[in-house]
Each structure stands twice: as structure tokens, then as C-alpha cells.
């Protein structure tokens, strides 16, 4: 494993962790990547992951140094070591005589460490200082803990500045959270350990020197050739009744103008009156008149209403108060029994006009053919298609009258189940 990484121009480093150990099975061995070597060149500020169990042995611990990606704005690995050492002792510990209490050693620990994060998580540079000089003050009693406070975390300015929050830079603020930790940390036992157990560590250096390294890479090089997600395209192919692009706009009713789906140089008008989306000047509408894919693009760009919508949903509440105030008259004879049945027979004799008025709509449709091969032939009469127009828009006028004289026979689209 070590020679393959050289080969590949891994940096390898290795802890001598005999200087303060006598356990030989302990090991410890780290890696870094070319590219996590470029990345942590140019960066200031680290975040340090331990993931345990990460093996079927349960004994190995894998650190993790993540920084933020510039180009990508994530948490990104820089280098990892892999290590069965669970020692996290310090060189200088506070000690106490004897006579303490198991209470009142626990008590004094307690204290220590909340005396210890306060000073952490301290933002004010002159109460940063003051709770430091309170807390040298609570250890005096313990001169070997206070010498090593002083040599590794407050001796100088420098030392300060490496972890104080006060002098985080406002571009570094991030690293004050787990953010970058934890979404690493769910990424790497949920996308590339597929939640499952790793049983042999060389396992976990390949997926680490591999899939992750591979992962990572792409999405720099996907920023660079800036292939992302599209954006959305209905500002683009929406033009409202002012003539620009989006519907900032309180008043939606005029003619919006809507991008053809095939035709780049295609554009269709769809008039908006009364806040109600009515018709477009497309041949779907015009041969069907129904509403096309050009007004339901408009409708969810605007989240208007159809106007056959409202109008069925009109006729509806008038059906239902008509019935309503038909059942408060509870008076029946014979006579309106009879008149009843009568109106019944006549309905069964109409019918037959509503079987031929149906024929002759499908005959209509397959005529569709032979009048768009009349668009090609010069010299048509316009006022005998003008006639034929006017017949036609009338039939369907009175198809329209019957539909909506008789409506509570249709199903409402809002209440169909």
C-alpha cells in the first residue's frame, strides 16, 4: 500500500509513536494526494474530523484535515491518518492531594473545563484576555499544568491568535461550527461506505485514494467548464404585457407573449383579461379551442386560473343553489308527475339528433386534413369560408348553451374523483 501511494506521488508520513508508548501493536500512518497538498498550500484554516469504528476491528480512528474548497465552497479532505492509538493524555495534568472527595473531584473538573470554554468561545478580544488571566489565576495551586498552558496555548501573541476567537477573520467564521465535519463525516459512511462496515483497512485507503479523490476532482472540474444545473428558463421564454422579461408586475391582464417549444423564432400571444388566462393565438388553440401547452406554461409561470375554469366552477354553485331551493318545495301531484314524465320521453326522442350532431362533429375531424391542404391552394372564395366560420363558431355556441343548461350532468375537474 505504501508503495503504490509513492508511486503515485502520495506524501507519506508516518507518527513515531514509540517515544511515548510501549504498546507495539500501536500504528499510526497518514496520506495526502497531490492535489490535497496544492489545496492546503493556499490554505489558512483547518477543521480536524475523527471518525471512529471505522473498520470491522473497532479499534482504528481515522483523522481527517478538512479546509473550504475556494472554487467549490465545501468542506474538502487535505489529508488523512489512519491509527489504532486511543491515548489523548497531556504532557502536564492538573493534580490534587488526597484529601479530595470523589464529589469534589468531580466538582473541580467540572469547573475547569466550563472556566476552559468559556475562554473558547469567547468573541470580545479584552473579556477574551481577562477570563485567561481569571483562569491562570484558579491554577496557580497547579504550577505544571500553568507552565504548559503558558508554553502551548497563551505564551505569546502568536499562540493566541492561532485559536482565539476574537481574531478569527470574518472569511474563517465558519470553521467556529462542526458544519464542514459533520457533512464530510455523513458523506463518507453514507455515499462511499454505502453504510456498511469496512473489514479491511486497505479498503478504506483505496475508497479514500480513489472514490473520494476522483469525487472531488470533478466537481472543481465541473466549476471550471461551469457545467451545472440549468437555471430555471421561464423568464426567458415569457414576456409580459410591458414587454420584459419576468412578471414583476401587479397587474397580470394584457397579452403575454409565450416562446414556441419547437420554433426558435416562434412567439404566440395569450390573452389575460380579468385576471383569467382565456386564449393564445397558437393552431392548437385556434383548430381545438381548447386550452394549449402555451397557456398551462403561462398558468404556472403566474398562477392564474382558466377562464372555463371559473366559469364551470360559477355554473356549479348556481346548480347547487338551485337544487337547494327546489328541495325546500316539498309539494308533488300527479300533474307535475305526468309533465315529468313527458319531459323525460322527449329527451329520449332527442337523442337521436345528439347521435347525428356527434357523427357529424367526427366527420368534422377528419376534414381537418383536407382543409389544411386547402392552405395551399390559391383562389378560395374568402367570404364562403367566412360563412363556414361563422357556422361553426355558432354550432359550438349552442353546444356551449346545452353543456352549460344542463351542467350538473358533468363532473367538475376540481371535485372529480
Known amino acids: 500500500m505504501r508503495e503504490k501511494l509513492l508511486s503515485q506521488n502520495y506524501c507519506i508520513f508516518t507518527g513515531n509513536l514509540s517515544a511515548y508508548s510501549n504498546k507495539a501493536q500501536h500504528f499510526a500512518f497518514g496520506f495526502q494526494s497531490p492535489s490535497q497538498m496544492m489545496l492546503m498550500r493556499i490554505s489558512q484554516s483547518f477543521c480536524l474530523d475523527a471518525i471512529h469504528n471505522i473498520s470491522a476491528c473497532n479499534i482504528e480512528i481515522l483523522y481527517s484535515f478538512i479546509t473550504r474548497h475556494s472554487d467549490t465552497g465545501k468542506g474538502s479532505p ?106 464530510w463525516h455523513n458523506q463518507l459512511k453514507t455515499i462511499y461506505f454505502g453504510h456498511t462496515c469496512i473489514r479491511r483497512l486497505d479498503c478504506l485507503v483505496f475508497i479514500l485514494t480513489n472514490d473520494v479523490e476522483f469525487f472531488y476532482n470533478e466537481e472543481v472540474e465541473r466549476i471550471y467548464i461551469q457545467n451545472g444545473q440549468m437555471d430555471d428558463m421561464l423568464p426567458f421564454i415569457i414576456i409580459n404585457p410591458f414587454n420584459e422579461i419576468g412578471n414583476s408586475m401587479e397587474d397580470f391582464n394584457g397579452k403575454w407573449t409565450v416562446k414556441s417549444f419547437t420554433d426558435e423564432t416562434q412567439w404566440y400571444q395569450v390573452n389575460v383579461p380579468n385576471n383569467l388566462i382565456q386564449n393564445c393565438t397558437c393552431l392548437n388553440f385556434a383548430s381545438r379551442q381548447i386550452l394549449c401547452k402555451h ?95 361563422d357556422l361553426l363558431g355558432e354550432a359550438m355556441n349552442c353546444i356551449d348553451t346545452l353543456r352549460n343548461a344542463n351542467s350538473f350532468h358533468f363532473r367538475n375537474l376540481n371535485t372529480q374523483r
Open 295 to 389: 397557456a398551462h406554461l403561462l398558468k404556472r409561470f403566474i398562477g392564474l386560473d382558466f377562464a372555463y375554469t371559473v366559469q364551470r366552477e360559477n355554473n356549479h354553485l348556481q346548480l347547487q343553489r338551485s337544487l337547494a331551493s327546489e328541495h325546500e318545495v316539498a309539494v308533488v301531484n300527479e300533474e307535475v308527475e305526468n309533465e315529468t314524465n313527458t319531459v323525460v320521453v322527449n329527451s329520449r326522442n332527442n337523442s337521436v339528433w345528439l347521435q347525428r350532431i356527434i357523427a357529424q362533429n367526427t366527420t368534422l375531424h377528419y376534414q381537418r386534413e383536407d382543409l389544411e391542404q386547402l392552405i395551399d391552394v390559391p383562389g378560395i372564395d374568402e367570404a364562403e369560408l367566412q360563412v363556414i366560420s
Open 78 to 183: 487535505v489529508a488523512y491518518m489512519i491509527t489504532n492509538d486511543h491515548s489523548h493524555n497531556l504532557d502536564s495534568k492538573v493534580k490534587l492531594d488526597a484529601s479530595y472527595t470523589s464529589e469534589q473531584l468531580g466538582k473541580y473538573k467540572y469547573e475547569l473545563k466550563a472556566n476552559l470554554k468559556n475562554i473558547l468561545i469567547e468573541s470580545d478580544e479584552n473579556e477574551f484576555l481577562r477570563k485567561i488571566q481569571e483562569f491562570r489565576l484558579c491554577i496557580q495551586s497547579q504550577q505544571q499544568f500553568l507552565a504548559y498552558f503558558k508554553r502551548k496555548w497563551i505564551g505569546t501573541e502568536e499562540l493566541l491568535r492561532r485559536w482565539g476567537r476574537p481574531y478569527v477573520a470574518n472569511d474563517h467564521q465558519r470553521y467556529l461550527t462542526n458544519n464542514y465535519m459533520e457533512s
